[in-house]
Structures are given as C-alpha cells and as structure tokens.
C-alpha cells in the first residue's frame, strides 16, 4: 500500500527525466587508465596499500581507510598501478586529489574476497558492519559518507527506523529511478541486510509520486521477499524533496534538529543505490567499484543511464552516449541546481557521481544582471529550510558572521531554490557557499576556545581542590601534633 505525504516549500520544476529513462541502464566499457582518488568520501582520504608497479586484480582492496571516517577503495579493473600522485579530480571541481592511478590490462581478472557472507541472517550485526566497511560503500546520494560510519553510530540506539531514499528530486537525474526500476530486488536485499546490520525492525523506501514504474518495481520485489519490516512511501514530485532532512520531515513528520543528525530522532537514512551497493558486496562480493551515472542533457547525443566503473574518464561516457551535440555548453556533475561545473571531460568517475550534464544553453538558467534586493520574500517562501536567504545575503555582504549563524547559514543545503526565484537575479547560493566556510571557520575557532576555556578551569578546579586536601591534611597533623603535646 502506497501512502502519499505532504512536504513544505520547494519547487516544481520542469522534469527532465524522460531524456534518459526512455532506454534501459547499459554497461559502459571498462576505462583504458582508471583515476581513484584517495580522497572521494566524507572524512580523511585513505592510505594506499599499492605500489607503483604492482598489479591488481578487479575488486581488490587498494587502499585502507585513513581514519575512523573514511573508506576502503578498490580496483575496478585489473592491471597494473602506474602512479600514485596528485590528478585533477571531478568531486573538488578540478582541484587534484592524491590518486591512484590503474592501467587496464583487458584481461578482467577477478580478486576473490577472503570471505562470502550471503549467509549474513546468521553472523552478528558488529561482524556484519564490518564487512560492510570492507566493501567500501558510502553514501551513493551524492553525500558519499562511509556506510559503516553511520551504521555504527547507530548502535547504541534503540526504536531505529531505516529510510532508504529513491526520492531523487534534480529534474535531469534518474540513475536511482532506473536503479528502483531494473534492479528493485537487489534494494530489498539491501535493505533486509542493513535491517540485520542496525538490529532495526522498520524500514521505509521513499520514493517521488511520478516514478509509478520505479513503485511497481519495488512493490513486486517487496511480494518476493515477502518481508513485513519492509514497506513503500510516495512523497510528492517537488524539488528539493530528495533532501535528507526534507525527506524525513516528508515521509516522518518529524524534523532534524538544526544542529543534529537524523540518527537524533531515531532514523537511519541511505540512499537506495547504496543499499543496492550493499547487497552486491554482501550477496556477490562485488565490492563498490561501479556505480550507475545519469548521462543527459541537451549537449550529449544520447542521454541514458550507464553503469560506470569508478574511475572512468568521463569523456568515455560521452563517447559510450554517442558524443556531444553542437549545443553543448558547459559539463555539470550533480543536477543542474545543485551540480558542480566540471573544467574538463578527462576528470573521472567518483563513488559520488550520480550524474552528469552536459548542458545547452537551454538547461541552464539564463541569468540577467544581479539587481538590489527588494525584499519581495520569495526566496523565504520556497525555502525547504525555514530560512530567511534575504537575511542570510544581507549578513554575507556586511560579512557579519553572528548575522550569518543568527540566521541560520549551516541549515542551508544549497538546494538553488532562492536563486531560482529571485527576481534580482541574485546569486545567493553561489554567495552562501563563499560564506559557509568563514562560518564554519568562526564556528570552530569558537567551539575550540571554549574548550581551551573549560580546560582550564577544570585544572584552576582541580588545582584548588587539591591545595585545600593538602592544607587540611596539613591542619590535621597539627591538630594531632598538638594533642600529643
Ligand atoms: S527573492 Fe531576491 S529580491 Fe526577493 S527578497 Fe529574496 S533576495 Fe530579495
Ligand atoms: S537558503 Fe539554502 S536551503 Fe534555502 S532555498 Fe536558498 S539554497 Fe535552498
């Protein structure tokens, strides 16, 4: 049964899905040269465990986490590693990341994990997390946090609730609507495997109300496995609704605190292609070394779904999509409201990458000369945030920091909705996103004093306490000393 659920501020937007659902997900060729950064998911990079020189196997571990958030990597083809240095890398816009860099030697030779845990109903939900790390799943929406990161910090919860997020609202992507539609039964099974890994007894898959082929999918694969825990939201088709913390109020009713986390009300939230990503490392042992990619726009020739092997060239997608067209203006990696431009088609496929546009002139927004704000409060009506992004300008361009926190700057998820209102044509996101960081920066600095603060008062405590120990046991001896007299 399909249940239907409000949501609050947002955007309808032109959908533009139908470019790249009329053809079924296609394999892309494997990359001639893969280019892995060390550093593609939330957290500290991770630390090769390669060499120049050697060889690996497809599916073989090539770097280990570098911290306690971070993630494994491995090869997605077999061949020989030919650097590890510094390349330009698409998740920072061109900057380059430490890489890893594989040249293919066609020969598809497979690496087998010294373990197979299909059998993962009967080992424990620890054991179970930490397989999911050897995998070196993350976040697939887009956020690429390490999966088994967030699974342990849920452990000590109790009354967890899954969600698993098909609701992916940028009018061009539609990597996870094809994932619901072709291979809905590899998200069940991930799901039942994360239900074990977070000893949780619910799990939601929320998707949008126009993806009637993605939730007739899914409802077939949920009759197979048979599985009560297991059960089907629709939110409606309204931009940003994919949001984690939007979604949760969607699907929930309940808000995130502002300052906390999901897990804080008691809920897990993943994306559907991670979960999928789960179950192929868990069911098949493939750990995460592809991912699906939305290809479209009007600058491509044949806009589709490929399935990609991380770290390929993102010109060979093009090339695998029949080329650019004429039209082709500029290259977005994400949608075209939240997506990062991309200097160059040689940068490479990242766990993060659910898509790719190469945009005309005509799917992009057309911007006029900025003008002064006239306080005509759209941008605050279609805020998902409960923001007041005109208040939040003012702050950035007086750069007045305690404006900026005041009003919420961090709780903003740079969704572009403002922007897309403004009838000023102001570039509040692009103005945010320079702002975040001075905040953040404040923040810490901030968070970082008042420790320094309550650490030394702690000792002045201790200290004196101590002093007052030593000056009564001092007052004893006496006490003592002159009874003895
Ligand atoms: S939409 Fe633009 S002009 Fe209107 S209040 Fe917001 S920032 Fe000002
Ligand atoms: S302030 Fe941030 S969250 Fe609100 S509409 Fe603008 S970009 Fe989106």
Redesign the pocket.
């Known amino acids: 049964m399909l249940a239907r659920i409000g949501v609050r501020g947002g955007l309808r937007l032109d959908a533009h899905k139908e470019r790249s659902t009329a053809a079924p997900i296609a394999v892309a060729p494997a990359p001639r040269v893969a280019v892995l950064p060390l550093d593609q998911h939330a957290g500290e990079a991770a630390i090769p465990i390669v060499s120049t020189g050697d060889t690996v196997a497809v599916g073989q571990p090539i770097a280990r986490p570098g911290a306690e958030l971070s993630a494994w990597l491995h090869a997605p083809i077999s061949g020989r590693v030919v650097a590890i240095e510094p390349r330009p890398a698409a998740h920072r816009a061109g900057e380059a990341s430490m890489s890893v860099v594989i040249a293919n030697d066609g020969r598809e030779t497979r690496y087998v994990p010294e373990r197979s845990l299909s059998d993962y109903a009967n080992i424990t939900p620890l054991e179970l997390r930490e397989w999911i790390e050897r995998g070196g799943i993350v976040g697939l929406g887009g956020a690429a946090f390490p999966t088994a990161v967030k699974l342990a910090r849920a452990t000590d919860r109790s009354a967890l609730s899954l969600l698993l997020n098909g609701a992916e609202c940028e009018p061009f992507i539609s990597c996870d609507e094809m994932l619901m539609r072709e291979r809905a039964d590899d998200i069940v099974y991930g799901a039942r495997v994360l239900l074990h890994a977070l000893e949780a007894d619910e799990c939601v898959i929320a998707l949008e109300d126009s993806s009637p082929q993605a939730a007739d999918a899914l409802r077939a694969a949920l009759a197979r496995a048979d599985d009560a825990r297991i059960r089907l939201v629709t939110v409606p088709t309204l931009y940003p609704v994919g949001g984690e913390r939007q979604l949760i109020t969607a699907v929930f009713g309940r808000e995130v605190p502002s300052d906390g986390w999901p897990l804080d009300i008691g809920i897990v939230s993943q994306n559907v292609a991670t979960a999928a990503a789960v179950a192929r490392w868990i069911r098949d042992g493939e750990p995460l070394i592809s991912r699906i990619v939305t290809v479209t726009g009007d600058g491509v020739a044949r806009p589709r779904n490929l399935e990609a092997r991380v770290g390929t060239p993102i010109a060979e997608l093009i090339a695998a999509c029949d080329g650019y067209t004429p039209r082709v203006e500029r290259l977005l990696m994400g949608g075209t409201m939240m997506g990062i431009a991309l200097p160059s088609d040689e940068l490479a496929v990242v766990k993060a990458t659910n898509c790719i546009v190469a945009a005309s002139a005509l799917d992009l927004q057309q911007r006029a000369p900025e003008m002064p704000?006239?306080?005509?409060?759209?941008?605050s009506e279609v805020c998902p945030a409960f923001l007041l992004?005109?208040q939040i300008?003012a702050s950035a361009r007086a750069n007045d920091l305690a404006g900026l926190e005041r009003y919420g700057l961090m709780d903003c998820i740079e969704c572009g909705c403002?922007d897309y209102?403004?009838?000023?044509q102001?570039p509040?996101v692009e103005r945010f996103r320079t702002a975040k960081p001075q905040l953040a920066a404040h923040l810490q600095a901030r968070a970082s004093a008042r420790a320094s603060r309550l650490r030394y008062e702690n000792r002045r405590e201790r200290l004196a306490r101590l002093e007052a120990e030593r000056r009564a046991r001092l007052e004893e001896k006496r006490r003592l000393a002159r009874q003895k007299v």
Do not use: A, F
């Not at 209102?421 to 000023?424: E, F, I, Y």
């Open positions: 704000c006239i306080r005509c409060g759209n941008c992004p005109q300008h403002c209102v403004c009838p000023s102001i509040l």
